[in-house]
């Protein structure tokens, strides 16, 4: 960033310019030791003002967090044949019922990208927000590869975060390029008994809604109702051969959140009749200590057409069955 | 009406067996009348040609030329968004059930009219075509 370009201006807009570049860290391009002082200064206070952090803390050392009100819910979701689409990098069209206007901004704290997405991030136009300057898991570009086959076991049984938890999860999930390379998913070695930067529930929670206004998980996916998600530790696999572990791996079966063109929807976009599966691994690992996020890509084994390695993997599942009942 | 749905694979591996079977008799194997019109569904969520025109009784082809799986609903009782799909008056619906990729339906339309159909998964991502039926001249 060119310091000597920055316009002396208000008080908001000074802590941000340090931080657009943070943005970077959204498509894996930059890592935090690579930030200079002042903006990693300006990166810890976006983190500290994550917005259910007080909520996380009041729960993160619950030792017996109450159970699920009506008993345990039992789930499974499978897509045993067809494709997948695979989410590559793209700059998300901004939704103002989620970020605000530039004179009135919402969603901005927690670690960029993976809760908010700080103003200069964004790109304006008069008074509302078009786009994001830099790329991100989320957007309209994808791409569909073959064979996707997916598994999920969960049991959502703890209702709120805690130290411990009852909910539990059994996740499997591969597809393969057009070279015929298998990419393979599976969690949980451990399920997040309570969340960083938001809860969790025990790792597991159904009937609920996620993302945009929520500010549970990124506001860069569009406000959806999850039928069941989960979050915990697991592994990245290709051809076999485990290549990343451990990793944050969420899941989530929703309401269907694509439009015309598969272009991801804004909140008034969402089709409530329709479902889908994304799986989310995004290019952060948890920082329990402080209760955020840090950096570090995702080693997928897929390279990009400009040579890069994918940093993250997005995967969307659309042929679906689905079973649920309560008990476990 | 007649509806009915086959893999490209097995469908030719039907074929090499039927040719073989017949092949002392001499009597070539009867293949499939060609379809009035063949549609295809792609990785980018279309029926391409997205509208397509026959006679009445004609027949339209539709080829899973995607990696995904599918399907081709021309049945109002299963859409859930508005305009996804319409029969003409007297018309029955149709559904091919899933599709997997390679995999082709056929319907033959013996009502004319204006159908509208869509695919299940995709629905919200309106995935839908048209076939136009045109009566006898
Ligand atoms: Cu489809």
Not at chain 1, 60 to 85: A, E, H, M, R, Y
Not at chain 1, 252 to 261: A, D, F, N, S
Not at chain 1, 307 to 323: A, R, Y
């Amino acid at each position: 960033m060119n310091r000597s370009h920055r316009p002396p201006t208000s008080h908001t807009s000074r802590v941000f310019p340090a931080v657009a570049a943070l943005i970077l860290l959204l498509s894996g391009l930059a890592s935090s030791s690579a930030l200079g002082q002042p903006m990693a200064k300006q990166l810890q206070k976006l983190k500290a003002l994550a917005p259910a952090r007080g909520y996380v803390i009041a729960h993160k050392d619950v030792k017996n967090p109450p159970k699920l009100f009506g008993g345990p819910i039992s789930v499974t979701v499978t897509q045993s044949s067809g494709g997948v689409f695979v989410a590559l990098p793209d700059r998300r069209r901004l939704d103002t019922y989620v970020f605000g206007t530039p004179s009135m901004p919402r969603a901005f704290a927690g670690t960029p990208g993976i809760n908010g997405v700080p103003p200069p991030a964004r790109e304006a136009e008069d008074d509302h927000y078009t786009r994001m300057k830099k790329p991100s898991p989320f957007g309209d570009k994808y791409l569909v590869m073959a064979d996707g086959r997916m598994e999920l076991h969960a049991v959502d049984a703890t209702a709120v975060d805690g130290a411990t938890t009852e909910d539990q999860v059994r996740f499997k999930a591969s597809w393969k390029d057009k070279q015929g390379n298998t990419y393979e998913v599976r969690c949980c070695g451990m399920l997040a008994s309570h969340g960083m930067e938001f809860p969790t529930f025990g790792g597991v929670v159904t009937n609920h809604i996620l993302h945009g206004v929520t500010r549970l998980g990124t506001a860069l996916m569009p406000t959806e109702f999850a039928y069941v998600a989960f979050w915990g530790m697991g592994e990245v696999r290709k051809n076999g051969k485990v290549l990343d572990k451990p990793r944050l791996i969420h899941g989530m079966l929703t309401e269907y959140v694509r439009g015309e063109g598969y272009k991801l929807a804004f909140d008034d976009e969402v089709t409530p009749t329709r479902m889908q599966f994304h799986l989310m691994i995004p290019p952060f690992m948890p920082d329990p200590p402080n209760l955020s996020f840090t950096e570090k890509p995702v080693k997928t084994g897929f390279t990009l057409p400009n040579g890069m390695e994918l940093p993250f993997w997005h995967v969307m599942f659309e042929n679906l069955e689905t079973k649920a009942e309560r008990g476990q | 009406m007649m509806t009915f749905r086959i893999t490209l694979l097995s469908g030719l591996f039907t074929l090499s067996v039927l040719s073989a079977a017949c092949s002392s008799a001499q009597t070539p194997p009867k293949a499939p009348p060609a379809p009035d019109a063949v549609v295809g569904m792609t990785n980018t969520l279309r029926f391409e040609p997205d509208t397509v025109r026959v006679p009445v009784g004609g027949t339209v082809e539709w080829r899973n030329t995607s990696l995904l799986v599918h399907t081709v609903t021309g049945d109002p009782a299963r859409a859930t968004l508005e305009g996804s799909a319409r029969l003409p008056e007297g018309a029955e619906p149709f559904d091919s059930g899933n599709l997997e990729p390679e995999a082709v339906f056929r319907h033959t339309f013996t009502v004319p009219g204006v159908y509208g159909y869509f695919c299940i998964p995709h629905e919200g991502a309106k995935m839908k075509g048209v076939v136009i039926v045109s009566p006898k001249q």
